[in-house]
C-alpha cells in the first residue's frame, strides 16, 4: 500500500568528581517542563559550612510521633516498581504497609512501553526474539559497561515471566501487530511496538539495533498498577496514600526495622516492619541540589515529570535516595543516566540532514533520539533544524526503526483503513506511521527554494546553502566522508519544497540512577556490605543504568521497575 508497504556513595560519586573538575511526548521533543520544576537543573546546590551538600544531613528524629503500627515488609513509594513490591511480598505471606505520598498510585500517563523477553504474549504473536547475549552486550555497550551486567541479566530471563505475572488478573485484549485498531471491548491493550519488524531491517549493519519485542499496555500502564493494588489489598495489604516518608529506622544492630512517616497534615506514625523495608521512591530529578550534584551536565535541560504529591509538590525528589543514604547506603558511583530521548520533528529521529543554528551540520544523523540530545545539548542554543525534500515518502523505509522513528507512509485517501497509527482517531502510542497531511501539520518551515528556507529558519544563508551543498555531494558520492552516516540513508536535498523541523530542548522525564545493591536488591554500605532489612526497586536502585539511558530496547524502564520490583517483595516477605 502506497510507497511503503505495511508488510536513565555520595561525596565518592561522580558529583564529587565533577565538583573538582539528565500527557505523551510530542513529535516536536517530549512536553515541556511543568512550572514548578523548571529551575531544578539550574539551580546552585545548598550546602553545609563544610560543603557538604544539604541533601546529605539526616533530619532530627521526629518527637511527636502519635501512632505506631506492625507489618512484615513496608513498602515506600507506589509506583510500578512498589506496586509489584507491595503485591509480591503480600502473596509471600508477608503482612505489607505501602505508603505514597501521592493521592493514588503512581501513574505516569504516557507510560506503558514494556522491554521484556519470554512472555506468553511474545510466544503466542510468534515474535522472534534476540538472544541475550546480543541484547545485553548491547546494552552495556551502550552505557559504555558501567552498570551491572547481572542485573541485566536477571531481566533478560525474568522479565517474559513477571509481565506475564503483571497481567495475570487483568482482561485484556491482545493485537497482533502495531497498527492493528482495537475492537473496542474491553478497555485494556496490548500491542506490539514497532511490529511486525521493518521488512529489510537487519540489526547486524545497525549503529545502534534495535530490538523488536518491546510490548506496549495502554492505554497506560495504569491498568496493570491497579491490578496490582487490587491483588495486595486482597492480599491484606494495607495500602496508605498522601502519607510522607522521611526517615528510617534502625535497631542497635545496624538492621532497618522501620520508617517514621508523615500525613499533610504533620501527624506522625512510625511504622515497623519486622522484616524489612522497600525503597520505591522514584528517582531524583525533582531535587533541584541532587539534580545538580550528581549530574551536572543536565543544566538548562528541564525536567517534566508530571506527577505531583498531595502537597502539590512534585513527586520524584529522591526520598529514597536521601532515606538510604542517612541510613549508611552507598549511592553507586556513575555517571547516572539522565532519560532525554529525543522524539524528534514531523519525521521523527530519522536521518535526514541536521543542521545547528549556525547553518552547519555537526552530527552522523543517524542514531536514536537519547543520542541526538545528546549531540544537541553541545550545540549553540541547543537547537537544530532537521531538513527534508519532497522525497521523503520514499524515503522512509530505508530509515531506522524504533523508538523514535518514522517509517511508514500512508496515503490521505487510505488514512480510514489505518484507524490505529493515523488521523484523528488514532489510540497507539507513536508507532512510526504518517499521511502527508501529518507531516504538514507538524513540520515546522517550508520553501520552495534552499535560500528561503535558510531565511524562514533565521540562519545565516551561505551556511545553509554551503552546507547543503556539500550534503548533496556527498549523498551523489555514496560516502558520507564528513560524518560516516550510512550511504543508503545519505538522500541529496534537491527537489522542492524543502521542510525544516525544528529540534528544541527534548527535556528529561526521570533521571536514572541510585543505590547500589546486591543481587537480592539488599541495599549496601560503603564497603559493598548488605544493610540488613533495607530492599531498594525501581528508579531508587542503582546498577540498571549509567552514563545514557538505553533506547535501542524500548520499555526497559518499566521493565526493569517491575521485575525487580517484584524481586524485592518476593525477598523482603522471605526474609533473605
Excluded at 517474559?160 to 485484556?172: K, N, Q, R, T, V
Excluded at 538522500?491 to 543481587?519: H, I, K, R, S, W
Aim: proline fraction near 5%; charge should be negative.
Amino acid at each position: 500500500m502506497g510507497t511503503n508497504d505495511m508488510s536513565r556513595r555520595a561525596f565518592l560519586g561522580f558529583g564529587a568528581a565533577a565538583a573538582v573538575t539528565a500527557g505523551a511526548a510530542g513529535l516536536a521533543g517530549c512536553a515541556p517542563a511543568a512550572p514548578a520544576q523548571k529551575d531544578a537543573a539550574t539551580a546552585e546546590p545548598t550546602t553545609a559550612g563544610d560543603g557538604t551538600p544539604s541533601f546529605l544531613a539526616a533530619p532530627a528524629v521526629p518527637t511527636d510521633v502519635q501512632d505506631t503500627k506492625e507489618c512484615d515488609v513496608l513498602v515506600i513509594g507506589l509506583g510500578l516498581s512498589g506496586c509489584c513490591a507491595a503485591r509480591a511480598a503480600a502473596e509471600g505471606g508477608a503482612k505489607v504497609i505501602g505508603i505514597e505520598k501521592q493521592a493514588q498510585i503512581g501513574v505516569i500517563g504516557m507510560a506503558g512501553d514494556f522491554g521484556i523477553y519470554g512472555s506468553k504474549v511474545q510466544s503466542d504473536l510468534g515474535m522472534e526474539l534476540a538472544d541475550k547475549a546480543e541484547v545485553v552486550h548491547q546494552l552495556m555497550k551502550d552505557m559504555t559497561f558501567r552498570p551491572n551486567e547481572r542485573m541485566l541479566n536477571y531481566w533478560y530471563d525474568h522479565s517474559g515471566e513477571d509481565f506475564d505475572w503483571l497481567i495475570e488478573a487483568s482482561d485484556c485484549e491482545v493485537l497482533p501487530t502495531s497498527a492493528t485498531p482495537a475492537s473496542g471491548e474491553k478497555e485494556c491493550v496490548i500491542r506490539p511496538k514497532c511490529y511486525p519488524v521493518l521488512e529489510g531491517y537487519d540489526r547486524s549493519s545497525e549503529l545502534f539495533p534495535y530490538f523488536n519485542g518491546t510490548v506496549t499496555t495502554e492505554p497506560s500502564v495504569g491498568w496493570c498498577m491497579e491490578s496490582c493494588q487490587q491483588i495486595a489489598e486482597g492480599k491484606g495489604a494495607e495500602l496508605m496514600f498522601g502519607m510522607f516518608a522521611e526517615q528510617l529506622i534502625k535497631d542497635d544492630k545496624g538492621a532497618v526495622t522501620g520508617a517514621y512517616v508523615r500525613d499533610s497534615k504533620g501527624v506522625y506514625t512510625q511504622i515497623n516492619a519486622s522484616k524489612g523495608v522497600v525503597l520505591c521512591c522514584g528517582d531524583i530529578s525533582g531535587n533541584p541540589d541532587m539534580l545538580y550534584y550528581y549530574v551536572p551536565w543536565v543544566e538548562g535541560t528541564a525536567p517534566f515529570y508530571p506527577n505531583v504529591d498531595v502537597e502539590g509538590n512534585v513527586a520524584n525528589t529522591g526520598d529514597g535516595h536521601r532515606m538510604g543514604m542517612w541510613a549508611g547506603g552507598h549511592m553507586e558511583l556513575g555517571p547516572l543516566a539522565p532519560m532525554t530521548h529525543h522524539m524528534g520533528g514531523a519525521l521523527g529521529v530519522d536521518a535526514f540532514l541536521q543542521l545547528n543554528v549556525r547553518g552547519e551540520r555537526f552530527m552522523n544523523e543517524d542514531i536514536p533520539g537519547q543520542n541526538i540530545q545528546d549531540q544537541l545539548s553541545r550545540q549553540p542554543e541547543a537547537r537544530s533544524f532537521q531538513i527534508i525534500d519532497a522525497k521523503w515518502p520514499e524515503q522512509l523505509a530505508c530509515q531506522g526503526t524504533g523508538h523514535g522513528f518514522v517509517n511508514y507512509f500512508v496515503p490521505d485517501d487510505e488514512a480510514d483503513q489505518w484507524p490505529a497509527v493515523v488521523g484523528e482517531d488514532a489510540s497507539a502510542s507513536f508507532t512510526g506511521y504518517t499521511t502527508e497531511q501529518m507531516f504538514l501539520d507538524a513540520i515546522t518551515y517550508q520553501a520552495d527554494t534552499v535560500e528561503d528556507l535558510a531565511k524562514q529558519m533565521g540562519l545565516p544563508k551561505d551556511a545553509v546553502v554551503a552546507s547543503v551543498e556539500r550534503y548533496n555531494e556527498l549523498a551523489h558520492l555514496g560516502s558520507d566522508d564528513d560524518f560516516g552516516k550510512r550511504a543508503d540513508r545519505l538522500f541529496p536535498l534537491e527537489t522542492p519544497p524543502f521542510y525544516a523541523c525544528e529540534f528544541g530542548d527534548a527535556g528529561m522525564l526521570v533521571c536514572m540512577g541510585g543505590l547500589e545493591c546486591d543481587l537480592d536488591l539488599h541495599v549496601v554500605d560503603d564497603d559493598k556490605n548488605p544493610i540488613p532489612g533495607l530492599y531498594v526497586a525501581g528508579n531508587t536502585m542503582g546498577g540498571r543504568y549509567a552514563v545514557e539511558y538505553p533506547v535501542t530496547e524500548a520499555g526497559i524502564s518499566l521493565a526493569t521497575a517491575m521485575t525487580f520490583g517484584r524481586l524485592a517483595g518476593v525477598n523482603a516477605a522471605a526474609g533473605l
